[in-house]
């Protein structure tokens, strides 16, 4: 696990950018960044991003978690004039998934002064989304209502297994995946002539509209903006990625069947994904790049590999 440093930023934005550069504020804003974060995964079920997907309807919710804490100066939103009654704590609840998450001053201080003797000490918290708060551009944030050292288990909050390294595609192996001019179009990526068989020319601009077939890496994601910045109660978000730092997000409706998708993807932390979508983009932006509507998708099989 890794800690992202962070510094406390002041964004300027139309509403079209604010929620996605909101994310990237909280992911920025946290903890300072120490590379020597324990490496035990928590085992948190529902995984941390997926707990935050869900976050209308589960807010009200207690939830345990088990994390490991960082006092944080971020206190924006619903929070944002709360620094004399609350602390802010970054909870890091799994590989690169983090809250923000408020506690009374009184409760703050104590674990504040916990963590200067054991700065990587476990902690089991018990938070919720509060209701009055939840939002579209600080989807992160909750109420740590109590907290206690170590880890602990209740029923049903450890997750049904451990990822699967044999199900997680390498970065060689989702090089040659993606290595199509779709996803070159889709990613803004140049590839001499981007044809396709039959020499047909595959520009970002020809696919806006047209139904694809796309195969990725895929995660969980939280990021919901531009044709989908208001789409958390209806749709779920995942991250389609290449392995080298390029992505598409993809969107599909809140059924039971993307229901089960999403808690594969989060079990796994990362999976071979192919998806039949639309593509869509924002139109007379500059910012946004061309989303992903999903309609199907089928999990294939990663190529063979050297035993040796």
């Known amino acids: ?21 909101a994310i990237a504020a909280s992911l920025m804003m946290s903890a300072p960044a120490l590379a020597d974060a324990p490496d035990k995964d928590p085992r948190n079920w529902p995984t941390v991003s997926r707990l935050i997907a869900d976050r209308y309807e589960n807010s009200g919710r207690v939830v345990p978690l088990r994390v490991h804490a960082r006092a944080s100066n971020h206190f924006a939103c619903g929070y944002r004039h709360s620094h004399g009654r609350l602390m802010a704590f970054t909870l890091l609840g799994g590989p690169l998934e983090t809250l923000t998450g408020y506690i009374s001053k009184d409760l703050g201080r104590v674990l504040e002064r916990e963590l ?9 918290v018990e938070v919720r989304f509060d209701p009055d708060k939840v939002t579209e551009l600080c989807p992160d944030q909750v109420d740590i209502l109590k907290w206690s050292r170590g880890w602990k288990y209740p029923a049903g909050s450890l997750s049904p297994g451990r990822p699967d390294p044999t199900l997680q ?6 090089t040659k995946i993606t290595a199509n001019p779709y996803w070159a179009a889709l990613t803004g990526r140049r590839l001499p002539g981007r044809l396709m068989p039959g020499k047909v020319q595959v520009t970002e601009a020809s ?5 694809v077939e796309v195969a990725a890496g895929a995660r969980v994601s939280i990021a ?28 599909t409706r809140r ?8 808690d594969y993807v989060a079990l796994q932390r990362d999976v071979l994904l192919s998806v039949e979508a639309t593509v869509l983009k924002q139109p007379h932006s500059n910012y946004c790049r061309p ?12 190529p063979e590999r050297n035993k040796d």
């Open 255 to 262: 059924t039971p069947e993307a229901r089960e998708l999403m």
């Open 291 to 302: 989303q992903l509507e999903v309609t199907s998708w089928k999990i294939p099989k990663l």
């Open 207 to 211: 696919l806006i509209g047209k139904t």
């Open 116 to 124: 200067q003797d054991d700065p990587w000490m476990p902690i089991t």
């Open 169 to 174: 595609p390498t970065p060689a192996e989702l």
């Open 1 to 21: 696990m890794a800690w992202i440093a962070r510094e406390e930023i002041v964004v300027l934005v139309r509403r079209s950018t604010g929620i996605c550069l």
């Open 224 to 251: 919901y903006d531009c044709m989908f910045r208001d789409s958390t109660r209806s749709h779920y978000a995942l991250r389609l990625h290449d392995g080298r730092g390029n992505f598409v997000h993809a969107y």
